[in-house]
């Protein structure tokens, strides 16, 4: 797609302020919406929505399914808005740390919360507001209804992975499923609610974000969790043996300095797929197009071809490549959202395996990848990375959320590079962010892309996360303090200058 050349900021829903722990779809992201506004930018992106887990090390991108919404999100203020619901129904606020999520006693005191809303509705809600829960189960059944009872299974399994579930469950035999619904139907319920509380605050969200000529970017993880409600309801789109284990799983080969990366999510039987003119990619892109205007693929790599590690195998140099769908993919989603192919709306992450076939797939759509002024080689003066370089059919960052910081990146530089850092984009580094953002915004390409964190000018120690590691990730938070009028007033000048 031909983006307008426009500019924007990335800030998780997590990250956002909030008064209960953690970012959610109320007063936060509307002051948040609002800064944008006033910092002339047009895009807002973030990481995946769906519910995390502490398992998973809190990651988005490990997620109990694709379709659902994180209930966490869910804001008990606009909650208090609703006839059948107020403030005298929220539990008594512990106390939360505006710069850090704790996810654990967030997830505790949101369950609660929303587990009184719940009781609330059941006894106070009127008709019209009882058949709209009604509709969006009927409308999203599909997903939802095997998304909650696999909620409700795990709570009764004591949060135990669905391939240690007992077997009739774990295989998912009709007669055990329908003895399951019934013996839970109150806990499916319950996660079948949460989640039309989410879809109806974020339809909000959305169309305030819009009223402010705000466009959002959400992110499409081209793989799953093994533990998700994804796999469990649907193992045929997954390269699975006869046990309902991964055959495979998905990573990165060795590279030069590395030894690769073992990601142990399952990959996918596209041939099983393409058979089914893949309905359940479809039904997925479709439902994340419900929600933003921009879809960012992670690992668009994997949709030319991906690398698939033996299940049982510990070393990613035990993978081989493998094809993957390719442009018969992006033909079915043209059609499916009645686009010409070269019109969809998505973006596509080609950092790392950058070959002749991701760029020929990505160039056959009209797909922009992604350049990071991180990966410049300073001294250099043909770098893809610097900004001076990037083509048009480009989204350019200062840093996302899996780098460090800008400013962190510039303190870790050696002094060559930072000499010629100071050199290409003529500063002396004093305030290294700006120069960044005003390097990035003044390129060819055609969306710059800025962090919250370097808005702020802030350094490591407010690194969003850092791959290969398991704790301390996906916790930073902004105050709406921080989101003064000087820093939108200096961004704003960037982007009027710069044409965006």
Same mark, same amino acid.
């Given at each position: ?163 240690? =579930?007992?077997? @009739?469950?774990?295989?998912?035999? #009709? !007669? +055990? ?7 839970? %139907? *109150? ?119 991906? =690398?698939?590690? @033996?299940?049982?195998?510990?070393? #990613? !140099? +035990? ?7 390719? %442009? *018969? ?172």
């Amino acid at each position: 797609m031909r983006f307008d050349r426009q500019s924007g900021v990335f800030a998780h829903v997590a990250s956002l302020p909030g008064p209960h722990g953690i970012g959610d779809l109320g007063s936060g992201a509307r002051a948040f919406v609002d800064f944008l506004r006033d910092a002339g930018q047009s895009l807002w992106q973030f990481c995946p929505l769906g519910p995390t887990s502490g398992a998973h090390g809190n990651s988005p991108y490990q997620s109990y399914s694709a379709f659902a919404g994180e209930p966490t999100f869910v804001s008990l203020e606009r909650l208090a808005e609703r006839p059948w619901f107020d403030d005298a129904d929220v539990p008594d606020d512990p106390g939360f740390d505006s710069h850090r999520v704790a996810y654990d006693r967030v997830r505790e005191f949101k369950r609660e919360a929303l587990r009184t809303a719940f009781e609330c509705f059941r006894e106070r809600a009127a008709d019209d507001e009882r058949e709209r829960f009604a509709g969006f189960r009927e409308r999203e059944a599909g997903w939802v209804e095997d998304y909650a009872l696999f909620r409700a299974c795990k709570a009764e399994f004591d949060g135990a992975a669905w391939a240690d =579930w007992p077997e @009739p469950i774990r295989t998912r035999e #009709p !007669a +055990a499923l329908d003895r399951q619904r019934e013996a839970l %139907a *109150d806990d499916v319920a319950f996660n079948a609610f949460r989640q039309w509380l989410f879809d109806e605050q974020w339809r909000d969200l959305r169309a305030y974000a819009a009223d402010r000529e705000v466009s959002l970017v959400g992110d499409l993880p081209i793989y799953v969790a093994l533990d998700s409600a994804d796999v469990w309801a649907t193992p045929a789109a997954f390269d699975l043996g006869p046990d309902r284990q991964p055959a495979a799983v998905a990573g990165v080969p060795p590279n030069p300095g590395d030894d690769g990366q073992r990601w142990g999510n399952p990959v996918y039987d596209w041939d099983h797929l393409r058979e089914t003119g893949y309905e359940w990619w479809l039904d997925r892109v479709r439902r994340l197009l419900s929600r933003v205007d921009i879809a960012r693929i992670d690992h668009f790599k994997g949709f030319d071809e991906f =690398w698939a590690i @033996p299940a049982d195998a510990e070393s #990613p !140099a +035990a993978g081989e490549w493998r094809d993957g769908p390719g %442009a *018969d993919f992006f033909e079915a989603v043209a059609d499916d959202l009645d686009l010409p192919p070269e019109d969809l709306p998505f973006v596509a992450e080609d950092l790392g395996f950058i070959d002749e076939g991701v760029v020929a797939l990505r160039d056959r759509f009209s797909i922009p990848g992604m350049r990071v002024p991180q990966y410049a080689d300073w001294c250099s003066e043909d770098s893809r990375d610097k900004p001076v370089n990037y083509p048009r059919d480009a989204v350019a960052y200062t840093s996302t959320h899996d780098t460090d910081t800008a400013v962190g990146y510039y303190e870790s530089l050696g002094d060559e590079q930072r000499d010629c850092l100071h050199y290409a984009l003529a500063t002396d580094g004093s305030e290294i962010h700006w120069s960044l953002i005003e390097a990035v915004w003044d390129s060819e390409a055609s969306i710059a892309m800025t962090t919250m964190q370097d808005l702020l000018g802030l350094g490591s120690d407010a690194r969003f996360n850092t791959p290969g590691t398991a704790e301390g990730n996906w916790r930073w938070r902004v105050t709406e303090a921080a989101l003064t009028d000087d820093v939108a007033t200096e961004l704003a000048g960037i982007t009027t200058a710069t044409l965006r």
